[in-house]
Structures are given as structure tokens and as C-alpha cells.
């Protein structure tokens, strides 16, 4: 017989966050990251290592929380792959 499914508290605060479009991810973001990525198609990170990895995500280099006014302003946009976004994310957030 299986467990029964269990509270995990750690997955709380993923439930209170906002909703992506109160975070500033609309549909006027949507264009834009969509623009940003058909303009660059790589990983801007792993191209100034030498590799060359398909973008994953568009980033804003300063956040959101941070300089909402730069939302939206394409200088503040950077074509990451995965690794290379969760590495941002992270130093972002304080966890690196």
C-alpha cells in the first residue's frame, strides 16, 4: 500500500509567490524575451567561454525586484542556457 502524500513545507513559499504577470512576466514580456531570443539564439554566457549552447532563457542582468524600471529595456537582457540561468538565479537569490 502506497503513503499517503505528506505536507512538505518547503514547497510553501512557491505557493505564496505572486503570479508571474504581477512579477512583471506579461505579455509585453513575453514579445520581448521572444525577440531577444530569436536575436540571440545562444547562450551569451557560454559563448564568452567558447562553447556554444542554445539559449534556454532570457535574464534580466539586474532584477526585476531590483530596477523594475529596467524591465523591459533590452540592454538589461542577457540569452542564457539552462545551467548558466539557474547559476544567475542562484547568485541573485544569495543561495551562491
Given at each position: 500500500?502506497?503513503?499517503?502524500?505528506?505536507?512538505?513545507?518547503?514547497?510553501?513559499?512557491?505557493?505564496k509567490r505572486a503570479s508571474a504577470a504581477k512579477r512583471g512576466y506579461d505579455r509585453a514580456w513575453?514579445?520581448?524575451?521572444?525577440?531577444?531570443?530569436?536575436?540571440?539564439?545562444?547562450?551569451?554566457?557560454?559563448?564568452?567561454?567558447?562553447?556554444?549552447?542554445?539559449?534556454?532563457?532570457?535574464?534580466?542582468?539586474?532584477?526585476?525586484?531590483?530596477?523594475?524600471?529596467?524591465?523591459?529595456?533590452?540592454?538589461?537582457?542577457?540569452?542564457?542556457?539552462?545551467?548558466?540561468?539557474?547559476?544567475?538565479?542562484?547568485?541573485?537569490?544569495?543561495?551562491?
Open positions: 500500500m502506497a503513503e499517503p502524500k505528506r505536507f512538505r513545507p518547503d514547497h510553501l513559499p512557491r505557493a513575453a514579445r520581448l524575451s521572444k525577440r531577444k531570443k530569436e536575436a540571440d539564439p545562444l547562450c551569451e554566457d557560454c559563448l564568452d567561454e567558447g562553447k556554444v549552447t542554445p539559449v534556454y532563457e532570457v535574464d534580466h542582468i539586474i532584477p526585476i525586484d531590483e530596477a523594475p524600471e529596467l524591465r523591459l529595456v533590452w540592454r538589461n537582457l542577457r540569452s542564457l542556457c539552462r545551467s548558466h540561468h539557474k547559476r544567475k538565479t542562484d547568485r541573485d537569490k544569495g543561495k551562491a
